[in-house]
């Protein structure tokens, strides 16, 4: 398989997913916030600075504590408490005000990331073409941009934080204890691998089933996503039942892949304590000998018991914090595996400038292409037609013929696998697939409308047009007939995928969209299927005017919407067979004409 292949491969495919579990066993995912960390610089070192001026704080109440046990209570010294407590006031409210910092700065620093993380990722999706969405799940990709991101958030603006914080505690506290009294600090030292190892082992057990509990919530999510998108179609077959019981498997699914994360956390965090604060105990009873023997005060052992508390609580949330870290890096992993997703259709290093208006002649030359999903089986089969400029060209045959891969070929979700497709002469693989794109108008069948305005909707073909141009594409295409019965006009909304209009409607709205795009190549899929008969009849002569000085390709399964066409192809099986006008192609008596019999029969 080549590099070409890969880069566009399922984000939740079994080979990626076996990668990932191998790089599983560290925070190296982490990494990948560098790039976006150095956009802060200032914020992080102010961040590090409120970081390092509460840690010293916390450090120096030991040796205050120290000096007040051995000479404070001191009948000739009894003026020195007042100072004792002075400091440690003054220490208290450094301590104060370094970690209002610390938590304003780091917050804030984990929110500002999150939102170039997810404004990052949102913009490699846009980028990512047709072979990538053919597998990839839109509840799966919604997780890693929500989901996963918040998870980041978390890490970024507290885990990681607290991480830092209890690192520097805890070094600075052994290394307090090792001035102190080194022998003390000796029989910690001997008790730290006891400690570190388990922990180190169990954090791997937690990272792999944070991961799964993350993978398995994407699961549930990508389905939610897919139900909620076709709900009326499932309450129209009474598959609520079914739809219900599917969910609740995935949630419970989800619930128990978390539950074990959970619960091996609480393991994890339990046995840290145990081994942190039993070693306390044990470097306690040895210093108390210390002190009976007459070789250790009451206030170095007092420091000392201090900073072993101290790294000894710094080391057991340290272990929670890895929990927290190990569940972020695995969010991390799943981003990273979307930023690093190459499309496989996309601009060469010294793309071909196209005019700001191309003619509109068109040729496919010798075009051969399997979808990537189905690489075994060929859905153009060296095909080679040419259009001229404003010449309008229907494409007919049966489903599966290939007559919307012509479509897909050219606006350039894909590439094909032979031949050339020629815009003006120039061969589209050599130009930017936006400029490209920039050259066409589509009406597809299946229509896209998003929960914005009626005019918002039109607009999408040309977000720079004025109100004026919006209502003249929307009149053009009878849109104004019923935003007249509209609440609030061309400024209605009409909900998540137009639900608030009719399927005629929706179309109307998605031909004055193309109106309104003014390219010079239009491209009709069915674009009257969803209209009834009046409407259709007053559409087809909207498009009719917007055809004019245009080059047009129009898809249709009845004749009847192609029979002014000037000329037609007909197409079977990924080729091909006959082309020529409606009288001469129902004259030669070949496929065109059986199906011109069989529609026009029925009809009649």
């Known amino acids: ?242 739809a219900r019981q599917r969910f609740d498997g995935a949630v419970e699914d989800a619930f128990g892949a978390a539950r074990q994360a959970t619960q091996a956390r609480g393991w994890l965090t339990g046995i840290a304590i145990f081994l942190v604060f039993g070693s306390v105990v044990a470097v306690l009873w040895a210093g108390a000998q210390s002190v009976l023997a007459g070789t250790m005060t009451s206030g170095a052992l007092g420091q000392f018991v201090l900073y072993a508390v101290l790294a000894a609580a710094s080391l057991g949330n340290l272990s929670e914090t890895w929990g927290e870290m190990s569940a972020a890096a695995g969010a991390a992993e799943r981003i990273g595996e979307l930023l690093k997703v190459e499309p496989q259709v996309r601009p060469p290093a010294r793309p071909v400038s196209l005019p700001a208006r191309i003619s509109g002649s068109i040729r496919f030359d010798e075009v051969s292409f399997s979808y990537p999903m189905r690489p075994d089986q060929s859905a153009l089969a060296a095909i080679a037609f040419s259009i001229r400029p404003g010449e309008r060209v229907a494409l007919v045959g049966p489903s599966g013929a290939g007559k919307s891969t012509v479509f897909q070929l050219l606006e350039r979700f894909y590439d094909p696998q032979a031949g050339r497709i020629l815009l003006d002469g120039i061969d589209i693989r050599e130009a930017d697939p936006v400029a490209v794109r920039r050259q066409m108008a589509l009406v597809p069948q299946e229509v896209a409308i998003f929960a914005d305005s009626v005019r918002a909707n039109i607009r999408l073909g040309r977000p720079e047009a004025t109100d004026a141009e919006v209502e003249e594409a929307g009149r053009a295409a009878l849109v104004d007939e019923f935003v007249a019965r509209l609440p609030q006009g061309w400024d209605t909304m009409v909900g998540e995928r137009g639900v608030m209009l009719s399927g005629g409607q929706r179309q109307r709205i998605v031909i004055a969209r193309a109106i309104l795009r003014g390219a010079p190549i239009l491209l009709l899929d069915e674009a009257t299927s969803a209209l009834d008969a009046e409407s259709e009849t007053l559409v087809q002569t909207a498009l009719e005017r917007s055809m004019e000085g245009r080059t047009t390709l129009v898809i249709a399964h009845r004749l009847s919407t192609v029979l002014s066409a000037d000329r037609i192809l007909v197409m079977e099986a990924g080729r091909i067979v006959d082309e020529g006008t409606h009288a001469e192609l129902v004259a030669k008596g070949g496929l065109y004409a059986r199906l011109a019999q069989l529609q026009f029969h029925a009809a009649a």
């Open 1 to 242: 398989m080549t590099q070409a292949d890969t880069s566009s491969a399922p984000v939740d495919s079994s080979e990626t997913r076996a990668a990932a579990e191998k790089r599983r066993r560290d925070l190296k995912p982490l990494a990948s916030l560098a790039p976006y960390l150095k956009r802060y610089r200032g914020r992080v070192a102010a961040a590090l600075g409120a970081l390092l001026a509460a840690a010293l704080a916390t450090l120096a109440l030991p040796i205050a504590v120290r000096r007040m046990i051995d000479f404070g209570f001191a009948e000739d010294h009894a003026g020195l408490v007042d100072q004792y407590f002075g400091v440690l006031v003054a220490v208290a409210a450094v301590l104060a005000l370094a970690s209002a910092a610390r938590y304003y700065l780091v917050t804030t620093l984990g929110e500002r990331i999150v939102s170039d993380l997810r404004t990052a990722v949102f913009a490699r999706l846009v980028t990512l073409d047709g072979a990538f969405y053919d597998s990839a799940r839109s509840g799966e990709l919604t997780s890693r941009l929500t989901a996963d991101t918040t998870q980041l958030k978390s890490a970024v603006g507290a885990s990681a934080s607290t991480a830092l914080r209890n690192l520097m505690m805890c070094i600075g506290s052994v290394a307090m204890m090792v001035v102190t009294s080194p022998r003390l600090s000796g029989l910690v030292l001997v008790a730290i691998p006891i400690i570190v190892l388990p922990l180190m082992a169990s954090g791997r057990k937690v990272r792999r089933l944070t991961r799964q509990a993350q993978d398995t919530l994407a699961d549930a999510s990508a389905y939610a996503a897919e139900a909620l998108n076709s709900m009326r179609a499932l309450q129209a077959a009474s598959a609520e039942g079914v």
